[in-house]
């Protein structure tokens, strides 16, 4: 429940469907992704690719993680509905909302294979930050070789 966007109804269906023992069937998350056709199907021949549209095919339980991952795009200030909104800006809310499914599916198949608690990357620099991070950088790089000293900038210093 630590996770956003999953309700009680997402977890009956994860446990319905697939039960705790039914995840060691998977080697990998992403071999349960794929289960879910959640991953991309990418068609590539001579080294372009051709298509990555996701499967066709469903279950209840691809049904209830696209339906917590709607409800990850309508929450705020989250670390999976940055995510969200990332994707739904450059390629639409419909392949987010399968994009965000297949990361809940991924975080879901850790916490239960590996028995890791959920931790959102709150501590980690977002890409704002960075993006100043590399400015502030590059401007003390550049005062440093040009010899710019605060007086020629118009700073008076006591």
């Not at 965000?100 to 239960?112: D, E, F, G, P, Q």
Request: hydrophobic share 40%.
């Amino acid at each position: 429940m630590k996770i956003e966007g999953v309700g009680h109804s997402t977890i009956l269906t994860i446990m319905s469907e697939i039960g705790p023992d039914g995840f060691k069937k998977f080697k990998t998350a992403k071999h349960f992704a794929s289960w879910l056709r959640l991953a991309p199907n990418n068609k590539i021949s001579g080294g372009k690719l051709l298509s990555n549209k996701i499967p066709k095919g469903s279950n209840r339980l691809k049904i209830a993680l696209r339906n917590a991952a709607n409800a990850i795009g309508n929450i705020k200030e989250t670390h999976l509905s940055d995510f969200f909104r990332r994707v739904a800006y450059r390629r639409g809310r419909t392949a987010a909302v399968s994009a965000t499914a297949r990361k809940l599916a991924v975080i879901i198949w850790n916490m239960v294979v590996n028995k890791i608690a959920y931790r959102p990357p709150t501590e980690y620099l977002f890409l704002d930050q960075k993006r100043k991070m590399k400015l502030v950088q590059r401007i003390r790089k550049n005062i440093t070789k040009f010899e710019i000293k605060p007086v020629d900038l118009g700073f008076v210093t006591n």
